[in-house]
Every structure is written in structure tokens, then in C-alpha cells.
């Protein structure tokens, strides 16, 4: 099993920036994601970010392109999430996510989750 422990989320202000860290701990996170998804109050947990375990190949949600960024270190067991400009529809519980696989739609269903770490914006 692999525990998946999130770190970094609190408040930021609009139009800064803040990273959010998941180490994964029990073994080392094998093929072939990690990544994030989030969720706000009523509403579907909702795609942000996946990143292959090589790094090299990285998706976004619609929402978040351009702005947010995905990394990885294996040898840490460690993927981060760099937000940059928040917006208003940006606060949300932040979750990590690995391994799992793909539907035939190309929809990530992760196998292993985190807790979660909120994050707010300020305006």
C-alpha cells in the first residue's frame, strides 16, 4: 500500500503563488501517475494535474493550464504542485494521487489518494 501525505496548502493571495507537496510513503509509487485533483463543497472532485513517471509527459485540467505546474522526484517519492496566479475558483481541497490507470476516455482513476490540504484565495 502507499500512503499519500499533501503539505503546503493554506492562503494565498490572488495573482501569487504557492506549492503544494505530496510525499508518498509504504513503497516507492511505480508506474504510471502522480498527480492532483480537487474539490469544493457540492461539487464533483474535479482534475488538475498528472504527471508520467518519468516526467516528461504532463496533463492539465482547462481550468488550470497555463498557470499551475506539475513536478515529480522519484528518488523523493515526492510530487509537487506549483500554483501560480490563483484566481477566485482556485480555493478548494487539494488532493494527490498515484498510480491507477486510464479509462477508455483518457479519465484518470487514481488508485491511491491523499487526505487532502485546503487552499484559499484571497482577492
Known amino acids: 500500500q502507499v500512503q499519500l501525505v499533501e503539505s503546503g496548502g493554506g492562503l494565498v493571495q490572488a495573482g501569487g503563488s504557492l506549492r503544494l507537496s505530496c510525499t508518498a510513503s509504504?513503497?516507492?509509487?511505480?508506474?504510471?501517475?502522480m498527480g492532483w485533483f480537487r474539490q469544493t463543497p457540492g461539487k464533483e472532485r474535479e482534475f488538475v494535474s498528472r504527471?508520467?513517471?518519468?516526467?516528461?509527459?504532463?496533463w492539465y485540467g482547462n481550468s488550470v493550464k497555463g498557470r499551475f505546474a506539475v513536478s515529480r522526484d522519484n528518488a523523493k517519492n515526492t510530487v509537487w504542485l506549483q500554483m501560480n496566479n490563483p484566481k477566485p475558483e482556485d480555493p478548494a481541497v487539494y488532493f494527490c494521487?498515484?498510480?491507477?490507470?486510464?479509462?477508455?476516455?483518457?479519465?484518470?482513476?487514481?488508485?491511491?489518494w491523499g487526505q487532502g490540504t485546503q487552499v484559499t484565495v484571497s482577492t
Open positions: 504527471i508520467t513517471y518519468d516526467g516528461k509527459n504532463s
Open positions: 509504504g513503497r516507492t509509487v511505480s508506474n504510471p501517475y
Open positions: 494521487a498515484a498510480e491507477g490507470g486510464l479509462l477508455i476516455t483518457g479519465t484518470w482513476l487514481p488508485r491511491f
